[in-house]
């Protein structure tokens, strides 16, 4: 974080000079830097190779032009064209086009000394006129001349004897401040490594780097203060980095160093419960007021914790943590913020007030999702009672959840900084991807960072690295995973298998991987390298998010304009809603096959050679314009049909089924919606609260929506949240219309029968799949051995699981999605001298409607009520009774 940022200064343009069919900027100082200095002899550049052409290069800035002349430059290397290599072209693959600007050796040698100054691209015609001149993207040589970086420890280090580390390569001076007194840090110039060496004393003090360095931005040599981007701790709200231990006794709980954890669990069968800190508890009164909305929290016997011991109980493995590194934007201490006021629960269901209430403390209440890094391996202050204690309670957290029986995962976004000014003014130009002309990338909501760069793609590492060693975090989930190259993420991967509970108090391999695998933006279609996306991590058991699955059982996509679009799980089978969006009869019908087809590959584990009933394999079903089935393995995909993103599960079905729907049929289809993602291949990942009807008020980007519309509500007499008001303007007003008449409605809000049921069928899915290997196959081979689709019909999925020598109590599991308002009666094939009935936990069932799920041995076929998912077990009836006793 820098405190004080300079002013970008300016220089007039110059214009535009043509020459042939290529325009050249002949602008200097206005932030264009279209040539990029690929490694110590290479720039690469879109230039006319008839061009004469070098970099000019100024110690203190000040390179101009004037009638067309350079001025300024103090020193001038010649550059020679030609075409890139063919290793060039691989790494930087959004250049290949350009040409080679080659540097003499004698002038590769000064890149250390040149980099720490103004580095202009220049090009000249006959006359020695300026035909073109550009500034210098520089990474890539950085890379190249300080590859020795790649293994100096960085930040703090050291045990008796503290030690700071900061990378700056092209800084001319780096003074550390520390207790309010300067001190001088040496650099090491073959790795372009600060470091100072202190005494005992300043443990437990806050620090700052003053870094002095060129900044093309500024156009001069300016000093920054900043931060350290390897911070292990921090002042209140991330102004000043704070020195510690993590070693250090104070800051671990009670039995920390002894912590036993639950059993590790495979990606593959990871069942994955995604909740937000402030969520779990802002609204439970049976936390203390003070603890509420904090890391304390869950070392309550409150009721959310009551609830993640059951769950856990019933077979969930994870939680899965929204942002809990050090973020931006909520003040850390509770006296800094302000809340709503007002009760908003007195206000119409449908009114605009609450959304109002909400907008005008946004900017200051305790509620953000957190995706917007400060400090990447801080812990966020404002979930703390007090942000300085914040590593001691964090880590408590982690214990408390591990004792409930559950792994922790964290949500880490190395994708993007809060902005610019966080790592920008420690090395300029470096840590932010820059597009072709120099500008900074923001294609994923704020400033991109470069991991594909050495030094931040060490950033994500080490910082993983000390999130599992001192914190003791199970797994990571990678914000917008694409934007990353898929060798930073091999590379986490490798360096956490390296992880061992002798030397470092954990077993690396046993922590789970994965993320957004979307390809979009200036890295889209591995135009700058091979990116972190779905289709390139298949086989690397590094999961991806499977949005095929969830379009399918939802409908329609995120952003659609009418929302009411249906699918497998909301109507379109059966239940039509009459919105003009679904298309004709037919296009439904066709609408349904395809979505059907979707779904039964996403319970493959969305394997990509697997062949359909269709008779196509998973790669040749189509969506959004790629193969739908992209999965080598089932722990490549990770099944879900609602998250933090977009409406909850409730609100997508209260937009989509038709509105006369009674609560116990929205019930059942919302206990069939997350069926096909708990009775499926791979992880299984849920949304906090899914399982509770959980609503957000048909909010589709609750990140800044305050803790009313996010309110995750453990007693069920407080309902689920739906009709908290229309959701807030900014993202939702041009779905008004569809929400307000919905929103009015008393009948879609659901009472306590209708929660307590929702819950306990979900609770029954997850004992379901704990115990039965049928949903826990493992590899592709065996998936496409054992399982298949019988004839289901129109709006009914059957899947079939082949158990004989994987389950010694049944030969086959027979799962009956029936999405249709009516009965079905699917053929099932039960061999001679064999009996097929429902699964135990089911025949126990809670839910009298599933319990009538029957099996007619003359016809041959199963009987499943409508809205339904039925699991039956076939078994030899000799076997079953003499040695295999059911559970």
């Known amino acids: 974080m820098v405190r004080s940022r300079p002013v970008p200064a300016r220089l007039p343009r110059m214009g535009r000079a ?73 790494a930087w693959p959004h250049l ?26 220049v090009a000249r015609d006959a006359s020695g006129a300026v035909a073109a001149a550009t500034g210098v993207q520089i990474p890539g040589v950085l890379d190249d001349v300080y590859a020795g970086a790649a293994d100096t420890r960085l930040g703090p280090s050291g045990r008796l004897l503290p030690r700071l580390a900061l990378w700056a390569p092209t800084a001319r001076r780096v003074e550390l401040v520390l207790g309010g007194r300067r001190h001088p840090m040496r650099l090491d110039e073959e790795t372009g490594v600060w470091s100072a060496r202190g005494r005992p004393a300043w443990y437990g003090k806050d620090y700052t780097y003053l870094v002095t360095v060129y900044s093309p931005a500024a156009g001069r040599v300016v000093t920054g203060e900043v931060t350290d981007p390897y911070s292990l701790a921090a002042a209140p709200d991330g102004v000043r980095s704070r020195l510690v231990s993590l070693d250090d006794p104070a800051l671990k709980p009670p039995g920390w160093d002894r912590l036993a954890k639950p059993a590790p669990v495979p990606l593959d069968r990871a069942v994955i419960y995604e909740l937000h800190v402030r969520d779990f508890s802002a609204s439970d009164a049976s936390v203390p007021e003070e603890l509420r909305g904090t890391y304390a929290a869950f070392c309550q016997d409150g009721e959310g914790m009551r609830e993640l011991r059951a769950l856990a109980a019933d077979g ?136 594909e760069h050495a030094m931040m793609g060490r950033l994500v590492v080490d910082s993983v690295l000390t999130w599992a060693r001192q914190y003791k975090v199970d797994g990571f989930r990678f914000d917008l995973m694409g934007h990353h190259p898929k060798a930073n993420i091999l590379a986490v991967r490798a360096a956490l298998d390296a992880l061992t509970p002798e030397r470092d108090g954990v077993d690396g391999r046993s922590i789970i991987l994965y993320g957004e695998g979307w390809s979009f933006g200036e890295v889209a279609g591995d135009a700058r390298f091979e990116q972190a996306t779905q289709a390139n991590m298949a086989g690397t058991g590094i999961g991806t998010f499977d949005d095929r699955l969830r379009d399918a059982v939802r409908g329609g996509g995120p952003f659609d304009a009418d929302p009411r679009v249906q699918g497998f799980g909301s109507g379109l089978a059966g239940a039509p809603n009459g919105a003009p969006a679904n298309g004709t009869e037919e296009q439904q019908r066709e609408r349904l096959r395809h979505y059907a087809d979707l779904v039964m590959l996403g319970l493959t584990g969305s394997l990509r050679d697997y062949v359909l009933p269709s008779g196509r394999k998973g790669s040749d079903v189509g969506h959004n314009g790629a193969g739908a089935g992209y999965a080598d393995r089932p722990a490549d995909a990770v099944a879900y049909v609602e998250a933090h993103d977009n409406e909850t599960l409730f609100d997508a079905l209260a937009y989509k089924l038709p509105a006369r729907t009674p609560m116990a049929d929205r019930v059942r289809m919302q206990v069939l919606s997350l069926a096909t ?104 081979e065996e998936v496409r051995r054992r399982l298949s689709f019988p004839a289901g019909g129109e709006g009914v999925i059957v899947m079939r ?8 109590r049944w030969d086959a599991v027979v799962a009956v999605l029936n999405a249709t308002p009516s009965p079905c009666t699917p053929p099932v094939a039960v061999p001679p001298g064999h009996r097929i009935e429902l699964h135990p936990v089911q025949a126990a069932s809670a839910d009298e409607v599933v319990r009538r799920s029957s099996f007619d041995p003359a016809a041959g076929t199963v009987t499943v009520p409508a809205r339904t998912v039925a699991v039956f077990v076939i078994s030899n009836e000799i076997s079953s009774e003499s040695e295999f006793p059911a559970p």
């Not at 964290?410 to 610019?420: E, G, K, L, P």
């Not at 699981?801 to 010694?808: E, F, I, W």
């Open 18 to 90: 043509r020459t042939g069919m290529t325009i050249y900027v002949t602008a200097i100082g206005d932030g264009e830097a279209r040539a990029h200095w690929i490694d110590r002899r290479t720039v690469i550049w879109t230039v006319d190779p008839s061009l004469t052409h070098a970099l000019a290069c100024a110690p203190d800035g000040g390179i101009g032009c004037r009638d067309g002349r350079l001025t300024g430059e103090t020193r001038t290397l010649p550059l020679t064209p030609g075409t890139p290599s063919a290793g060039q072209r691989r």
């Open 677 to 780: 993602v708990l009775l499926g291949q791979g992880a299984a990942f849920v949304h906090a609260g899914g399982e509770r009807l959980r609503s957000k008020s048909l909010d589709r980007n609750s990140y800044d929506s305050g803790d009313w519309f996010n309110r995750l509500l453990w007693d069920c007499s407080a309902g689920n949240g739906f009709g908290a008001g229309l959701p807030p303007r900014a993202g939702n007003e041009a779905a008004w219309p569809y929400a307000r008449p919905l929103l009015a409605d008393p009948a879609l809000r659901p009472g306590c029968p209708a929660i307590r049921a929702a819950r306990a069928a979900f609770g029954e899915l997850l004992r379901i799949r704990a115990s039965t290997p049928a949903f826990a196959l493992g590899s592709a």
């Open 96 to 121: 290949a086009a350009g040409t080679a600007l080659t540097l003499r050796p004698e002038d590769a040698r000064l890149a250390k000394d040149v980099l720490r100054g103004q580095v202009v691209a």
């Open 801 to 808: 699981v082949d158990t004989a020598g994987l389950d010694p």
């Open 316 to 451: 969930l493995t994870h939680v899965h943590l929204l942002p809990v590194f050090d973020f931006a934007t909520v003040p850390e201490r509770r006296s800094d913020r302000t809340e709503p006021g007002l009760d908003l629960a007195a206000l119409p269901p449908d009114s605009e007030r609450q959304q109002e209430r909400v907008a005008a403390t946004a900017d200051r209440d305790s509620f953000n999702w957190g995706y917007d890094p400060l400090h990447y391996t801080v812990p966020e202050g404002s979930y703390a009672t007090d942000p300085d204690e914040r590593i001691r309670e964090f880590r408590a957290m982690v214990a408390a959840l591990n004792g409930a029986g559950l792994r922790v995962v964290m949500d880490v976004v190395y994708n993007h900084t809060h902005s610019a000014g966080v790592l920008d003014p420690i090395v300029p130009g470096y840590y932010h991807r820059l597009l072709e002309d120099g500008s900074l990338a923001t294609s994923t909501c704020c400033a991109n960072t470069a991991p």
